[in-house]
Antibody, heavy 120, light 112 residues
Framework: EVQLMESGGGLVQPGGSLRLSCAAS????????MSWIRQAPGKGLEWVAN????????FYVDSVKGRFNISRDNAKNSLYLQMNSLRAEDTAVYYC?????????????WGQGTLVTVSS | DIVMTQSPLSLPVTLGQPASISCRSS???????????LNWFQQRPGQSPRRLIY???NRDSGVPDRFSGSGSGTDFTLKISRVEAEDVGVYYC?????????FGQGTKVEIK
């Protein structure tokens, strides 16, 4: 059974940093693109970033470029999102999801999410 | 960025009756490989999103056959043939043809 479990969320002050993790199981992690997608309270879904199977390619939404960094450790079946210079508008539930958007695997599995709150 | 526009944004439905959600994209979602990368997701209250449909009309494993997707180019539709109580939630369309992948605003389905 495919499982994705996020962790690392919490309350952080504006300008602060946080590192999210996503532990994957039930599939061969190293063979899939992985993504982070977020949902602000009461709002819709916004794709944030994704990373190629071997970590050699990364894409980001414009609003987080230069502040967020996606990475993965295939030996640990884990995905990460390093978030720096956090802003109030980054407050959201962050989900990790499996798959490449332009394929049959597009976001076919999601984790339960982890809440990030940016506030003083 | 490709803008995805859903309608209606709120859809009250009677149990056992059909429901239909429209999704329009600001550009064609047909890729050079001939495929159309349009997906539908369901988010039940308090839960994570779940993919229902990929590439316009392909149901994911375990998705009831009362859900169906159709459309082409820039106009797409998700239909529920007979709404059940467990179908309450918000439905999103999403395009994967161009970076960044973008979602519609969501359509909230509720029981009358």
């Amino acid at each position: 059974e495919v499982q994705l479990m996020e962790s690392g969320g919490g309350l952080v002050q504006p300008g602060g940093s946080l590192r999210l993790s996503c532990a994957a199981s039930g599939f061969t992690f190293s063979t899939y693109w992985m993504s982070w997608i977020r949902q602000a309270p009461g709002k819709g879904l916004e794709w944030v970033a994704n990373i190629k199977q071997d970590g050699s390619g990364e894409f980001y939404v414009d609003s987080v470029k230069g502040r967020f960094n996606i990475s993965r450790d295939n030996a640990k079946n884990s995905l990460y999102l390093q978030m720096n210079s956090l802003r109030a508008e980054d407050t959201a539930v962050y989900y990790c999801a499996r798959g490449y958007p332009r394929s049959v695997t597009a976001f076919e599995y999601w984790g339960q999410g982890t809440l990030v709150t940016v506030s003083s | 960025d490709i803008v995805m526009t859903q309608s209606p944004l709120s859809l009250p439905v009677t149990l056992g009756q059909p429901a239909s959600i429209s999704c329009r994209s600001s550009q064609s979602l047909v890729y050079s490989d001939g495929n159309t990368y349009l997906n539908w997701f369901q988010q039940r209250p308090g839960q994570s999103p779940r993919r229902l449909i990929y590439k316009v009309s392909n149901r994911d494993s375990g998705v009831p056959d009362r859900f169906s997707g159709s459309g082409s180019g820039t106009d797409f539709t998700l239909k529920i043939s007979r709404v059940e109580a467990e179908d309450v939630g918000v439905y999103y369309c999403m395009q994967g043809i161009q970076w960044p992948p973008t979602f519609g605003q969501g359509t909230k389905v509720e029981i009358k």
